[in-house]
């Protein structure tokens, strides 16, 4: 390891996971991943690994299963397997996110049934909130769930969601009009438990998951659409019991993934900021290395610097949370420093390779596809600086 992305004040528990992870990631992903991703073959066997070391139940508590792990060792983690394959790090990021809103928000049945299925990876997660026509609006959720009895009747149609198919246990958000008297008061999460796989599902009548959305990058993980037809779901399948709870329950669940998406961010920074370095001191032009010209070495610095400055910024963010304090200036910004600084190393060292960057034979060309995708997952740049821009008016107003 070189000397960037060190986080200071680690425990010797957190050094010992992110060592195992480290190794993984060198011998199980990086030498699989560019094949894998050119045929967008999702990664069976790398997932079983990662259930073998317990990664999804990183941040689960103990007495579900679950290592019990902060968010911050699990950014750090989630920052390592990005380094590897980016697409990866998504299979454990969805699922993440719906196991924090079920510990921080599900009830005890919800807890003892779901969390340690999850933990152990039987059930993974899939997370969604965005529609066809939605956008960054989320108040225009126009997936609908009426009460019916001791059920709740679906339809509409969800878009993006990481982990669509082979998930088996879907978070999603539709609109009940039984909370209040705003749109963000009458959505709720509904808890959907189904088979993994695509077309109708044969366990839930009227859900379909129609096939992957062909993507530019992100490949390997499958991204789909989820149509509700007349889905009913028990009303005990409400995250939390109550509805009108559950625009408050997605945002701080998408608070906990811009930490993920900033990690990943970071991690994919890294691993290009690695094999620039490393070809620079190959390739020869005009006599010497092309690390010894000035340029080349300005635009190591460069890239030096917006890795270490992202990485200690989502750390920073990854402990407000853990601390238990409001963190959404911070997941922000970190989201937003992290995704741009990613795209900009990317394509330094996308520069640095010369043509061969424009090869499928070099790594670069993997991840010159898949940095942007950060650019916009768990809100894009302008929704991250809505969010910074109105806390800091908050924190810093003025007594009129």
Same mark, same amino acid.
């Given at each position: 390891?070189?000397?960037?992305?060190?986080?200071?004040?680690?425990?010797?528990?957190?050094?010992?996971?992110?060592?195992?992870?480290?190794?993984?990631?060198?011998?199980?992903?990086?030498?699989?991943?560019?094949?894998?991703?050119?045929?967008?073959?999702?990664?069976?066997? !790398?997932?079983?690994?990662?259930?073998?070391?317990?990664?999804?139940?990183?941040?689960?508590?103990?007495?579900?299963?679950?290592?019990?792990?902060?968010?911050?060792?699990?950014?750090?983690?989630?920052?390592?397997?990005?380094?590897?394959w980016?697409?990866?790090?998504?299979?454990?990021?969805?699922?993440?996110?719906?196991?924090?809103?079920?510990?921080?928000?599900?009830?005890?049945?919800?807890?003892?049934?779901?969390?340690?299925?999850?933990?152990?990876?039987?059930?993974?997660?899939?997370?969604?909130?965005?529609?066809?026509?939605?956008?960054?609006?989320?108040?225009?959720?126009?997936?609908?769930?009426?009460?019916?009895?001791?059920?709740?009747?679906?339809?509409?149609?969800?878009?993006?969601?990481?982990?669509?198919?082979?998930?088996?246990?879907?978070?999603?958000?539709?609109?009940?009009?039984?909370?209040?008297?705003?749109?963000?008061?009458?959505?709720?999460t509904?808890?959907? &438990?189904?088979?993994?796989?695509?077309?109708?599902?044969?366990?839930?009548p009227?859900?379909? #998951?129609?096939?992957?959305?062909?993507?530019?990058?992100?490949?390997?993980?499958?991204?789909?659409?989820?149509?509700?037809?007349?889905?009913r779901?028990?009303?005990?399948?409400?995250?939390?019991?109550?509805?009108?709870?559950?625009?408050?329950?997605?945002?701080?669940?998408v &608070?906990?993934?811009?930490?993920n #998406?900033a990690?990943?961010?970071?991690?994919?920074?890294?691993?290009?900021?690695?094999?620039?370095i490393?070809?620079?001191q190959?390739?020869?032009?005009?006599?010497?290395?092309?690390?010894?010209?000035?340029?080349?070495?300005?635009?190591?610095a460069?890239?030096?610097?917006? #890795?270490?400055?992202?990485?200690?910024?989502?750390?920073?963010?990854?402990?407000?949370?853990?601390?238990?304090?409001?963190?959404?200036?911070?997941?922000?910004?970190?989201?937003?420093?992290?995704?741009?600084?990613?795209?900009?190393?990317?394509?330094?060292?996308?520069?640095?390779?010369?043509?061969?960057?424009?090869?499928?034979?070099?790594?670069?060309?993997?991840?010159?596809r898949?940095?942007?995708?950060?650019?916009?997952?768990?809100?894009?740049?302008? !929704?991250?600086?809505?969010?910074?821009?109105?806390?800091?008016?908050?924190?810093?107003?003025?007594?009129?």
């Amino acid at each position: 390891m070189g000397r960037l992305a060190q986080t200071d004040g680690l425990t010797e528990i957190q050094r010992d996971i992110l060592a195992t992870v480290r190794d993984f990631v060198d011998k199980e992903i990086i030498p699989v991943a560019t094949e894998l991703e050119h045929k967008d073959e999702y990664p069976t066997a !790398i997932v079983e690994g990662m259930k073998q070391l317990g990664l999804f139940g990183l941040t689960i508590p103990e007495e579900y299963g679950g290592l019990g792990e902060s968010l911050l060792t699990y950014a750090l983690v989630v920052e390592e397997i990005a380094r590897g394959w980016m697409s990866v790090s998504g299979i454990v990021n969805t699922h993440f996110i719906v196991a924090h809103m079920i510990n921080a928000h599900g009830t005890q049945e919800q807890k003892d049934y779901f969390l340690p299925k999850m933990a152990a990876g039987e059930i993974r997660g899939a997370f969604s909130m965005s529609e066809p026509g939605l956008g960054s609006d989320v108040s225009a959720i126009s997936t609908k769930g009426v009460k019916d009895g001791e059920f709740y009747v679906l339809n509409g149609q969800k878009m993006w969601l990481t982990n669509g198919g082979t998930s088996t246990l879907v978070a999603v958000l539709c609109r009940t009009d039984e909370g209040g008297n705003t749109p963000y008061k009458n959505m709720t999460t509904f808890l959907i &438990e189904k088979t993994a796989g695509f077309g109708p599902n044969p366990t839930v009548p009227g859900l379909t #998951v129609p096939g992957k959305i062909e993507k530019m990058g992100y490949k390997g993980v499958d991204t789909t659409e989820l149509v509700l037809q007349d889905v009913r779901i028990p009303a005990d399948r409400i995250l939390g019991g109550i509805p009108g709870r559950g625009f408050y329950q997605m945002m701080d669940g998408v &608070e906990v993934g811009r930490v993920n #998406v900033a990690a990943r961010g970071c991690g994919v920074a890294r691993r290009a900021f690695e094999l620039g370095i490393s070809y620079a001191q190959q390739r020869s032009t005009f006599g010497k290395k092309i690390a010894e010209h000035q340029a080349i070495q300005f635009k190591l610095a460069e890239m030096a610097t917006k #890795v270490e400055a992202a990485h200690q910024m989502m750390v920073m963010a990854a402990r407000k949370k853990d601390s238990g304090e409001r963190n959404d200036l911070e997941a922000g910004m970190a989201k937003y420093l992290a995704s741009e600084y990613c795209k900009e190393v990317v394509e330094d060292a996308f520069r640095i390779h010369g043509g061969y960057g424009f090869s499928k034979e070099y790594e670069i060309e993997r991840l010159y596809r898949e940095a942007p995708m950060l650019l916009i997952g768990e809100g894009t740049a302008e !929704i991250q600086k809505m969010i910074v821009g109105r806390r800091l008016l908050e924190e810093y107003k003025i007594a009129e």
